[in-house]
C-alpha cells in the first residue's frame, strides 16, 4: 500500500529522485493507498500532475480543483496539499517532482537568481488546475506526459532530455503565470494548520481536547477550527482520526501486536471502536487487513 510519509510538520520524508538527479515521476491509483487517498503533506519539490484514469480532487490551501481524465495541476514548492478520488476509487494520476535546485543549473546562476528564486518562494504561483481547452496548458499537459515517458523507458540521454523539458515546461508556466487564479496569501494560515498537524501528530495516542490544541498553538478554539476547515476541507478530529488509522495500518503491517493494544497506542478509546472506525475507512477489520498484507 502507499503511504506518505511525513515528519511533525507535514513535510514529506521521502526524497524524490536523488541529488545527483532530484527529478521523480509516479503513477498513483488511489485504491493502493493507505485510506484510499494522498493525505496532507508538503515538500520542496514542484509538483505537476495528470489525471489518468477517473475524476480526482485536489486540495491546497483552501483551494479546490476538482479534475477529469486528461486534466492536471501544478503546486509550486512547500505548499500543503493533498488528493482524493472522486467516485471511482481505482481512479489514477501521474505525478511529476522536480526540485527547484534542478532548474538553476548551479548556485548563483543566473537561471536560479532570474527564473527560480522569485518564482518559488512567497511571492511566486501557489497552484493551479490545467485544462485542455486552454492552448499553453494543454502544451503542459503534454509534456508532463511525455517526461513520464522518458522517465519510465530510461533510455540513453533520458536525464538530459527530461532535463531540458522541464526547464521549457518552467519557463512557459511562468509566461503564463497569470492564467492561475490569483488568490490571497495564505501563509499564516498554513503555518497554523502545520502547527496543529504537529501537535497532533505528536500526542495522537493521547486523548486530545481543543483546549490543549488551542493552548498549544496559542489560538482561540473558534479560530483553530475555522482556519484548519477552511484550509483543509475537514474538521480536526477527523484529520485526527484518520491520522490515528493510517497509524494503525503501519502497526497491522509492521508488529504482531493483538488488535486492542494497537487501538490504545493510536490513541482510540476502545477496540470496538477502533475496528468500527477501521470498517468505515479501509472498508475491512483489522485481522482482515493484516491477513491480507501477510499474504502478500
Known amino acids: 500500500m502507499i503511504s506518505i510519509r511525513v515528519l511533525d510538520d507535514q513535510k514529506e520524508i521521502k526524497q524524490h529522485g536523488t541529488y545527483e538527479f532530484p527529478v521523480a515521476v509516479y503513477h498513483y491509483v488511489m485504491s ?131 532535463q531540458a523539458r522541464i526547464a521549457l515546461l518552467w519557463l512557459s508556466l511562468l509566461k503564463n503565470a497569470e492564467g492561475f487564479s490569483g488568490e490571497e496569501r495564505q501563509e499564516e494560515k498554513n503555518t497554523l494548520v502545520r502547527r496543529v498537524m504537529a501537535y497532533l501528530r505528536e500526542h495522537y495516542a493521547e486523548q486530545i481536547n481543543l483546549t490543549d490544541i488551542s493552548r498549544e498553538v496559542m489560538y482561540s478554539e473558534s479560530e483553530c477550527c475555522r482556519r484548519f476547515k477552511s484550509t483543509t476541507g475537514e474538521t480536526i478530529f477527523h484529520y485526527l482520526k484518520a491520522y490515528r488509522l493510517a497509524r494503525a495500518t503501519e502497526l497491522l503491517e509492521e508488529t504482531d501486536w493483538p488488535v486492542s493494544r494497537i487501538a490504545l497506542e493510536t490513541g482510540f478509546c476502545s477496540s470496538s471502536y477502533f475496528i468500527e472506525a477501521f470498517r468505515a475507512e479501509l472498508h475491512t477489520t483489522p485481522l482482515r487487513y493484516r491477513n491480507k498484507k501477510e499474504v502478500l
Open 32 to 162: 493502493e493507498c493507505v485510506l484510499g487517498y494522498i493525505n496532507w503533506h508538503w515538500h520542496d519539490e514542484i509538483q505537476l500532475c495528470v489525471v489518468t484514469k477517473g475524476r480526482m480532487n485536489f486540495q491546497v490551501s483552501g483551494a479546490q480543483y476538482l479534475l477529469t481524465e486528461g486534466e492536471g495541476f501544478f503546486v509550486n514548492s512547500g505548499r500543503l496539499h493533498m488528493a482524493k478520488p472522486v467516485g471511482d476509487p481505482d481512479s489514477a494520476y501521474l505525478c511529476l517532482d522536480f526540485h527547484p535546485r534542478f532548474l538553476g543549473a548551479f548556485p548563483g546562476s543566473v537561471t536560479e537568481q532570474k527564473y527560480v528564486e522569485p518564482y518559488t518562494g512567497a511571492a511566486g504561483p501557489e497552484h493551479g488546475a490545467l485544462k485542455n481547452d486552454i492552448p499553453w496548458q494543454r502544451e503542459l499537459l503534454e509534456e508532463i506526459r511525455a517526461i513520464g515517458r522518458l522517465y519510465d523507458e530510461k533510455a540513453f540521454g533520458y536525464e538530459l532530455a527530461i
